[in-house]
């Protein structure tokens, strides 16, 4: 047996097992204070006590005696203190080693003592969620793709509500398509990857409009916004992108794990093309694009998110090799009109911020008047859009790495203003009667979308980074890692035990553009 | 028709009190015209004070604002808490717009935090002539904390739960989260004992009664395999589960014998005085309950009552203090007496 396990049940030192089970909470809560530099007062320990005890109705007086009784922590000066005495079994524990027994999350998440690369391995646990999720909801036989909602049991996750998310669903599909090269070692049968992969296709073309009209070709977000009546922008960019990064690996896919994964690509050829006909019709009539644009002409607010996704998606789209196999050659010159149109809209939509070229919320004018987290996500956003404009525009890659350049500094400036903050795109659905009042939004960690987005630049355009921006990077990596959850996801950040496939999603990008940029990949 | 399989799937978002599954907002609509009205006429250096009992949505009544853009906060703006403003006053500086929004003012939060953060908003309201809105629970009537603030206005309107609140709600909920599965002419007493939701939305508890307190309910006995099997009946939530699930004191875990003896004390008196929870109109006192457990044969010091029994109840949910929080004698009373039996403790006796 583990001895740290052992160690750490003797401290227990309780005559009940309810007692045993409110001292470990008792330390795990008084080590988490301690580690985050807040002194522990009589009020301080009472809120711990409030927080730890649940439905148990224990007295500050028990809990007080409960703790001393462990030997660990004595009260000094009125503050709660670690017993810097405190021996056990004639040894003495320091600090660090006590901490080590009972700091949470870290021990869950230890990787294999023998494994160097725990990037890697949490990106294969990322994967095998993914994959294991995708199999509930397939067995579940009356959900028709993923759900925007999982909960996270300690043995299990479980899907929650019936109602299918179109982003989460494509979402899911990109991770694995863009994870090829670890679906090798995720220890799972060939089968098994194809058969989620089907799953995961089949219902990423299920969410498309497939009436004719002026919806026709676009994608519901379906459970992710629920007053939507309309397919919607952002959510047809990710099934499109989805779909294209499936397109790209089929014949990985079939090398690796089967060779009649699928009898032909037309059903996911016309899905693209009838996803890009869709984004054609909701530019909006300044060049950039909103959640959605109604036949009459109404027009949703243009905002940083929905034009940076359609840039990124014109570009995926060009280089998925669709428009060649289905000689519709007519579409590189369209999507080349887009993406100029995009970008030069972005590069007139900065925000003021001192000496920085950033971007807020709703192409906002001064980035003062935004949370800072908010115009991290932003910008980060936009600026992992630039790739396609790299490709098609040279003369403007100077000014895209100056833009890179900007957000990273405004980033590394701003760097303890946004840990554990939460980050959020806010936007309103296209309704039968128009846009709704009520909001939806995604949340997301500002520090992991920027992280990825500095790291792609380092990677596609070059973009050199000091020692200090790889400490930066090399924080947000550790600290991506620590998070995630012992079944491999990554919660919701509003919400602990809420597993979330953006979040997820958004982690193993970051994993994998880290382990390329090292060059381990 | 919705089957126990169905709800059990969806309790979580059926039922949420949190904003995690973005829950539709409901009703309200006194409350929202008054906080229009008020916030738009606030003056340089004025705040408006939100103060309600913790979990009845006062948060999301002010988020529900901002995206209807009914007040003059930026949309997405996140809020300031008390504990952050004591910590780091710079933070007002880098808030969007002309009105901050400070929330959590309320019994989670350290004393001393509260008092700082209030303190600290007032200068810099004083400052830059900036307005605020201050959410918090009673605390805020606490003179020793009020009176750091100013020039204040109170948000009066806030639509308390009653049995036609409760009923829309989860009416509404049933609709957003669950509208495939429902027959065109659902009505929530289709999935839910009328007498049930009666009982979670008493008249007498209107000002303590909260939507965390009722939802956290509704979905532990849901959840509980024992009441609600996953198989494909119908669903249909009644009063009796409830009863029989509080009852069995399955979800509680008191921690003294002494604890067990006093709720059974408390349980009897109300099943003969206030049978059905009838005729509650105050809150008891600590030296009503302390009399109580002397006559039911309780032998303990009065400090010690208080300390060791009555405190753990409240925190515990079971007793609901309906006092002002305060700091007296070194010490954030934060759950002062009266108490009145909170839905977990009165569905039982009934």
Request: net charge negative; hydrophobic share 40%; charged share 25%.
């Amino acid at each position: 047996m583990n001895e740290d396990v052992i160690l750490r049940s003797l401290i227990l030192n309780a005559d009940s097992s309810a007692d045993i089970e409110t001292q470990h909470k008792l330390i795990t809560g008084m080590v988490d204070l301690i580690v985050k530099g807040i002194e522990v007062d009589m009020e301080e320990f009472e809120l711990l006590v409030e927080d730890i005890v649940g439905n148990r109705a224990v007295s500050v007086r028990k809990a007080k005696k409960l703790l001393e009784q462990t030997g660990a922590f004595l009260i000094t000066n009125g503050l709660w203190k670690y017993n810097n005495n405190f021996m056990f079994h004639k040894q003495m524990v320091k600090w660090d080693q006590f901490t080590e027994l009972f700091i949470v999350g870290d021990k869950a998440n230890a990787a294999d003592p023998l494994s160097v690369d725990k990037e890697r391995d949490s990106i294969i646990k990322g994967i095998n969620w993914t994959i294991h999720v995708s199999e509930l909801a397939e067995n579940s036989k009356d959900i028709g793709g993923l759900p925007a909602f999982f909960s996270c049991n300690d043995s299990d996750d479980q899907i929650i509500g019936y109602n299918v998310a179109g982003t989460s669903t494509s979402d899911a599909m990109s991770l694995l398509c863009q994870s090829t090269e670890y679906l090798r070692e995720c220890g799972k049968e060939a089968e098994e990857i194809v058969k989620c992969l089907t799953f995961l296709l089949n219902k990423v073309i299920a969410c498309q409009c497939v009436a004719s009209g002026w919806d026709r070709g676009g994608f519901f977000p379906l459970e992710d916004q629920p007053e939507s009546d309309h397919p919607t922008v952002d959510a047809t960019c990710l099934a499109v992108m989805a779909l294209c990064s499936l397109y790209e690996q089929r014949h990985m896919i079939e090398d690796e794990f089967c060779d009649n994964f699928k009898t032909g690509y037309k059903d996911v050829e016309q899905a693209v093309l009838e996803g890009l006909g869709f984004l054609f019709r909701m530019q909006l009539s300044d060049g950039s694009f909103g959640i959605y644009k109604y036949e009459d002409g109404r027009e949703g607010a243009s905002n940083e998110n929905c034009t940076r996704i359609v840039q990124s998606t014109m570009g995926v789209c060009k280089g998925s090799g669709v428009f060649d196999s289905t000689e519709r050659f007519d579409l590189y010159p369209a999507c080349s009109k887009i993406i100029s149109d995009t970008y030069n809209y972005l590069c007139s939509h900065t925000a003021e911020s001192q000496e920085y070229q950033i971007w807020a919320p709703y192409f906002g004018a001064k980035a003062q008047d935004y949370n800072i987290e908010d115009v991290i996500v932003s910008t980060a956003r936009v600026c992992r859009s630039f790739i396609p404009v790299w490709w098609q525009c040279e003369d403007e890659r100077e000014n895209i790495v100056k833009y890179c350049y900007d957000f990273l500094h405004y980033w590394q400036d701003n760097e303890k203003r946004v840990i554990n903050k939460v980050g959020s795109y806010r936007f309103n659905s296209p309704t039968a009667n128009g846009f709704s009042a009520g909001e939806y939004f995604w949340p997301s960690h500002p520090d992991i979308l920027a992280a990825y987005t500095v790291l792609q630049a380092y990677n596609i355009f070059g973009l050199a980074l000091t020692k200090e921006e790889w400490a930066l990077i090399e924080r947000t990596v550790q600290r991506t890692l620590k998070i995630q959850h012992p079944h491999g996801h990554w919660d919701n950040p509003l919400a602990e035990k809420t597993p979330f496939c953006a979040v997820t999603l958004a982690a193993i990008e970051l994993l994998q553009e880290y382990r390329k940029a090292k060059g381990v990949s | 028709m919705i089957t126990n399989k169905d709800l059990k799937r969806c309790s979580q978002q059926v039922f949420t009190y949190s904003a995690q599954y973005q829950a539709p907002f409901y009703g309200r609509e006194k409350s929202m015209i008054e906080m229009e009205n008020k916030t738009a006429k606030l003056n340089s250096g004025e705040i408006l004070i939100i103060s309600q009992p913790l979990g009845t949505g006062k948060t999301f009544l002010v988020n529900h604002m901002i995206a209807e853009e009914r007040i003059g906060v930026p949309r997405g703006s996140s809020f300031l808490t008390a504990k952050a403003v004591a910590g780091n006053p710079e933070l007002m500086k880098q808030y969007p717009g002309d009105i901050l929004i400070i929330d959590e003012v309320d019994i989670k939060t350290k004393y001393e935090n509260l008092l700082n953060g209030m303190n600290h908003l007032q200068e810099y309201l004083d400052d830059s002539g900036k307005k605020a809105i201050v959410i918090g629970d009673f605390s805020l009537k606490d003179p020793k904390l009020s009176s750091c603030l100013r020039d204040q206005q109170t948000l009066y309107e806030f639509e308390q739960i009653d049995r036609d609140f409760l009923r829309g709600v989860l009416n509404q909920r049933f609709q957003t989260f669950m509208k495939e599965y429902l027959d065109a002419d659902f009505c929530i007493e289709n999935v839910i004992d009328p007498e049930l939701i009666d009982y979670l939305s008493p008249a007498w508890m209107k000002m303590v009664n909260s939507f965390r307190g009722v939802f956290s309910l509704l979905q532990s006995v849901v959840n509980n395999d024992k009441y609600i099997r996953y198989n494909n009946d119908k669903a249909y939530l009644e009063f009796s589960m409830f009863k029989e699930y509080l009852a069995a004191d399955e979800d509680l875990d008191l921690d003294e014998e002494v604890q067990y003896e006093f709720l059974q004390i408390l349980r009897e008196y109300l099943r003969s005085e206030f049978p059905k929870g009838a005729g509650i109109t105050r809150g008891f006192t600590v030296d009503e309950l302390y009399q109580l457990a002397q006559m039911g044969g309780i032998d303990i010091e009065y400090d010690n009552f208080a300390d060791d029994i009555l405190y753990p109840l409240a925190i515990a949910e079971l007793l609901i203090s309906t006092g002002i929080p305060t700091y007296d004698n070194n010490q954030f009373i934060r759950r002062p007496a009266p108490f009145v039996p909170s839905l977990k403790l009165l569905l039982s006796v009934f």
